[in-house]
């Protein structure tokens, strides 16, 4: 195993690891505590593939327990590279994917198991995952796992395995439930902190940087970030999937090269920008919250809050996106106006140090100091083009042009500008007049809801559609 991740780079460990790894080949429960970055799958991976052996027998020896699809699969990746030199088989097991490509990972005879908690339990439902003979059990990023509401799936895994079996749990956070769920299926754990106790919760390899902008403001703000010197992989969050999808449309339309991570793409297209973000060929990642912990990348140089994070939990993880492995990074946090409240207690949690952010816009000269961006930086791309147009709306019927609200009508109704028939202005009249005056009217003539009922169906000449004559 030594060799195999010496061939990445990998030679030295970090504290996490120096702590967990002999404890985990003792076979002692450990509940393992480390800021994220820090190396925490391979603090107990290396443990769990040596306690298998260099040739293990065909079955589920191994149960590795993640929140997220996309930290299944970074940690499925971690463990199928230090296990290269060995026979060992690792198997993902998540949702969002075919059932049966999974099946047969599991019938070849997979030792290790990584798997978020809804498909595990869908496929040990059908038997056609047996953890009866499980001998080490991990749980990765537990207080993630409490936040999704997955605290009783979890149980449930636990209660299907034998209770002589190794148990390690590792997080960034530990909160109360997670600390109670550790007492009740684990054996007289060893907690280890691998923090410097005169270290702030931030890491101090990350410059944290706070604006207040203006919503308006920020994609052009941000497009200049982007535009910064050294400026590397950058990986942007926001609240919403709908932002997330509106801003990496705008982004890519300025001249960067951008991807998108969020709850309305399917796992293939998911996994198709993950594998393009980490392998350069994006070097701007849109995400969610959900996909936080699954984005393992070392040279992630920016992080950037689109909208500020609900709580300091949240923060930490976003954040700690950059300034992986040992490596430096900035994180660059937008608060609205509306949020100033939120970002007081994040302040107040992480002692921070800035209680007021400062009032940025992107002609502000302190934005260009503070990040290093080459004066005269625009926000879009040299060789981008022009913005491009943004094309009205389709019209909803034959006399409306596009971009007229309800209850009204543009003064060229017709593109090609001819008039219209009597009979038809005079409906569109009563349409309107009952738009506005709320309808019910009766002035000698039809009702003006049946005749709407009648002009969406499409009759012009049905009895009834016009007023009789005066």
Known sequence: MVDALATKGIISPFPIQEQTIPMGLAKQDIIGQAKTGTGKTLGFGLPVLQALGTDPAPGVKALIVVPTRELCVQVAEDLVLAASNRSTQIAAIYGGKAYEGQVEQLKAGAQVVVGTPGRLLDLASQRMLSLKDVQ?????????????????????????TPPTRHTMLFSATMPGPIVALARRFMNKPIHIRATDPDEGRTQANIKHVVYRAHALDKDEVIARILQAEGRGKTVIFTRTKRAAAKLVEELNDRGFNAAAVHGDL??????????????????????????????????VTHVINHTIPDDDDTYLHRAGRTGRAGKTGIAV?????????????INKALDMGIPEPQETYSSSPHLYTDLDIPEGTK?????AGPARAREPRPAADGGRSGGQGRGGRSGGGRSTGESRPPRERARST???????????????TAPTR????????????SQGSTPPAA
């Open 136 to 160: 080490v059990m991990v749980l990765d990023e537990a207080d993630k796992m409490l936040d999704l509401g997955f605290l009783a799936d979890i149980e449930k895994l636990f209660s299907q």
């Open 266 to 299: 399917n796992q293939e297209q998911r996994e198709r920008a993950m594998a393009a973000f980490k392998a350069g060929k994006k070097d701007i990642l849109i995400a969610t919250d959900v996909a936080a912990r699954g984005i393992d990348v070392n040279d």
């Open 333 to 345: 946090t937008f608060v609205d106006w509306d949020d100033l409240h939120k970002w007081s207690l």
């Open 379 to 383: 926000g879009r791309l040299p060789g």
């Open 430 to 444: 009563d349409v309107v007049r009952e738009s506005g005056e709320g309808g019910g009217t009766h002035d000698g």
């Open 450 to 461: 049946r005749r709407r009922t009648r002009t969406r169906r499409g009759g012009t000449g």
